[in-house]
């Protein structure tokens, strides 16, 4: 056998062995990466009844699958700007509602991913994509939405979900909370001795994106984060090709960001710059 036969039959196996690490990413994602959570029924009754600017939403997504959630909608306005919120892989996002320092100036619109909450189905990374473009849709397409006005916040995972979205609709800006700047690179990173890049490359890949997206963003750095660690957040930033700016929240870990009064300082001037 000569060399070209040689040669063709090894990357035949590399590429057959390549084929199959990345088919091991679907299964794995489902098993490992999302940690879907129910929502306690009686809780969200009596928060919904409570809070009297709250409106149900329920979306009818890909294969009939239902998604719901709330939009918290400010009091006395015709006519809103809006935040719509994509949290991490392990929250029920309805505790958002309750937030009392997030601006008022502003509607919130808080979707659970599929399987989460009330929302029916099973979280995947193309299905988040494609019922972030459809919560879109609707929002841009309500009457007491301005539609120019209409801002993604992304939380850990769920900023690979706002800049997919502002890859593909005009959103008016990002706020980009202990953001990833890869899958593969956070996953290489915990997991050296692994094929991390092989299976995960190319999944929730920020980075890929960051040069194509104009779009003006705020990072929010946990200087303590050790989920996200604040590196990737900052490579992230650096790749970013509109404007931006870099808010670092010291001693902050990941889990605890939005106890911080300081974090909700710089969302809250952010939104009010997004005129």
Not at 37 to 66: H, Q, S
Not at 113 to 141: N, V
Request: proline share 6%; hydrophobic share 50%; net charge positive.
């Amino acid at each position: 056998m000569n060399w070209k036969w040689k040669w063709l039959i090894l990357v035949a196996l590399l590429s057959a062995a390549l084929a199959g690490c990345a088919a091991l990413f679907e299964p794995l994602e489902q098993r490992l990466l999302f940690r879907p959570r129910p929502v306690d029924r009686e809780r969200l009754a009596a928060m919904e009844k409570r809070l009297d600017n709250i409106e149900p939403v329920e979306l009818a997504a890909e294969e009939g699958v239902r998604i719901r959630g709330w939009l918290q909608k400010p009091k006395g306005v015709a006519k809103f700007p809006l935040v719509i919120v994509f949290g991490g892989v392990a929250r029920e996002t309805s505790w958002l509602l309750n937030w009392p320092q997030k601006t008022d100036q502003w509607g919130w619109l808080i979707v659970n991913y599929r399987g989460y909450g009330t929302s029916e189905g099973a979280p995947s990374e193309r299905a988040l994509y494609a019922d972030a473009k459809l919560i879109f849709d609707y929002d841009a397409a309500r009457a007491d939405v301005d539609a120019t006005r209409i801002v993604v916040l992304g939380r850990s995972l769920g900023s690979a979900v706002a800049a997919q979205l502002a890859a593909e609709r005009p959103v008016r800006s990002l706020i980009l909370t202990t953001p990833l700047d890869s899958l593969a690179s956070i996953g290489n990173r915990r997991f050296p001795f692994l094929p991390v890049v092989v299976i995960a490359g190319g999944h929730y890949d920020i980075a890929a994106l960051a040069p194509r997206i104009f779009r003006p963003a705020l990072f929010v750095i946990a200087e303590e984060d050790d989920v996200t660690p604040p590196e990737h957040g900052e490579r992230l930033a650096g790749l970013w090709a509109g404007e931006k700016k870099i808010v670092r929240i010291p001693g902050a870990g990941h889990r605890m960001v939005e106890w911080r009064a300081e974090y909700w300082a710089a969302v809250n001037a952010w939104l009010s710059a997004q005129r």
